[in-house]
């Protein structure tokens, strides 16, 4: 066996295990009144409820098919969520630099970003805590994924799976718009982006995501859009002489749970961008 292959076999038993250790202490800890709230969402299934959209209450559904009405049952998917949330976000990672010809290359940045992913706090409590960001968390590395897939690795049918992460995403959790935006502006401020709109894969991709968040929109507009004014007042909250305090709020809350780390990054994404050496990393750094 390689020493790459030896770092595969390492790396996978250490996914493993750190997984099984997540559901020993997800079954272990009591449910925190948000979860409970959540459990009673699971118990009661609708395509939309005030605070959030449905799909956490899915996962705690679906947990709680296969592990019981339990801390466990309620928790499950969290962890799962997490584990699979790894093994894409490695593989994207090494089919980006698989491009550059390094096969080491390669192989050491996938094993870093699943490395760097599980070591951010936001990781280590959103797979003890069920929350919407669990699912958002799976759907949003899936999106990623695909767009390596259609970026790098010059695969246009998975349009469609990036317009269905995207949806599903939207079903988990509105800041999805945030990314989506993101990948739009992409779309239409480079080159790539723009020759992508002249085929029909991105426009199918709106298609899937239209359908998917269409029971979401049908529920608000059957209730009087109250999720969507709930969360959308809080951007209506904004004030010129409170957006210091926010920002500063917003920066604290990004380096205690992605690590200081994710400012170095940007800085390295910012140079990738703007040295022109991959397309695809303006949307990344979007």
């Avoid at 490395?115 to 951010?120: E, F, K, R, V, Y």
């Avoid at 502006?185 to 709109?197: E, H, N, Y």
């Avoid at 010129?240 to 780390?261: C, D, H, I, Y």
């Amino acid at each position: 066996m390689g020493r790459q292959a030896r770092l595969w076999v390492y790396w996978g038993g250490g996914l493993v295990v750190l997984t099984l250790l997540r559901l020993v202490l997800a079954a272990s800890l009591p449910l925190s009144p948000d979860e409970a709230y959540y459990r009673i969402w699971a118990l009661a299934p609708a395509s939309g409820y005030l605070d959030h959209p449905p799909m956490v209450a899915v996962w705690v559904r679906l947990g709680m098919f296969l592990a019981g009405d339990t801390a466990e049952g309620v928790r499950l998917l969290g962890p799962v969520s997490a584990s699979l949330g790894t093994l894409l976000i490695a593989h994207a990672a090494y089919c980006w630099l698989q491009k550059q010809g390094d096969q080491a290359l390669a192989c050491m940045g996938a094993l870093r970003a699943g490395a760097l992913l599980n070591g951010t706090l936001a990781i280590q409590l959103g797979t003890l805590v069920m929350t919407p960001d669990a699912p958002l968390l799976l759907f949003m590395v899936l999106l990623l994924w695909a767009l390596v897939q259609v970026c790098v690795c010059q695969r246009p049918r998975m349009w469609l799976l990036v317009g269905l992460a995207a949806g599903l995403g939207f079903d988990s959790k509105y800041t999805v718009l945030l990314p989506v935006a993101g990948l739009v502006l992409w779309l239409f401020v480079t080159k790539q982006g723009r020759a992508w709109l002249r085929t029909p894969w991105p426009w199918g991709a709106a298609f899937v995501a239209g359908v998917c968040v269409s029971p979401v929109i049908w529920w608000n507009a059957h209730h009087a859009w109250a999720s969507f004014f709930k969360q959308g007042g809080r951007v209506a909250d904004w004030h010129p002489a409170r957006a210091v305090s926010f920002m500063g709020e917003l920066l604290g809350g990004q380096v205690g749970l992605a690590t200081p780390l994710v400012f170095a990054f940007l800085r390295v994404a910012s140079g990738c961008c703007g040295s022109g050496e991959m397309a695809f990393s303006r949307f990344c750094c979007a």
